[in-house]
């Protein structure tokens, strides 16, 4: 199942194999419309891992999570400012929201509040590693935090690149290598356990709005502002494949659980399944609206 949101703040529920919508959430409340620079329209949507709850924001601080079997509000989340991120842990245990003020981890059954982690700049990105006793975060500072989810300790920081912010992020399957979108084109490789950059690929001439692992680790790709879609095998320096979306603003991207489907996602109430099995040409498979 994915999940799209429209401009009017219409969030459609749509089985990507079938293409046809599974449903259709109630709008939620209306909040002001924050931007990322002014490129990318920030409304959080984040589902668990198994697909039972979905969180979606408005841009303020008040974000709602949903059922998806009864498309029914379950819960709602208040953070000290509008709420720009969110991710679910993969073991469905934990949930992070974040944006301004502190970054806020939350039981994902109870949606009890466990602990707060100060950061000191307004997060655009979150991402837990796959075990789930780490998270990355990134935003208006150009270095990225990793922090301890039980003890609330920051661990590391990953050093940025000259005076860029990113604004996505995701681990590697395995969890030793963290991706970075950056807002000037690049997607830099860090070794989480060295706490290095080890690798800087050109993504575009704008920002880079979404990052993913295939779930073989192999490959990543990114979308950006420009408008293309970019795969790589993640130990070459260029792209293995480069296609035009078809879409303007792609903001988000994501590969299927068996890494034959690759998912992006505009804020033009675009979704558009390419067929990764094939680096070196992605093939357009459908177009949703």
Known sequence: MRGHIGDDGEVTLFNPVTATVCGVLAKPAPGPHLLISHFQRDIPIAFSANGRHLLVGNGSPVATAWDTANLQPVTTFTNAGPIRCAAFSPDNRLLLTA???PVR??????FRLLRMFAESNMTC???FAPNARRFAAAGAAVDISLWDCNTGNRVGTLPGYRRWSNLSLAFSPVGD???AGSVEGSILLYDVNRLKLVRRFKGGAGPVSGVA??????????CGIGGTVKLWKTDAEYPVATVASGINWPISVAFSPKGDLLAVGSRERNVRLFRA????????VTSLK
């Open 277 to 284: 099995a094939d680096i070196a040409v992605l093939r357009e």
């Open 105 to 110: 981890l939350w039981d994902a059954s109870s």
């Open 125 to 127: 990105a979150v991402a």
């Open 213 to 222: 692992f295939s779930p073989d680790g192999r490959l990543l790709a990114a």
């Open 99 to 101: 944006g301004v003020g």
């Open 177 to 179: 290598t963290l991706a």
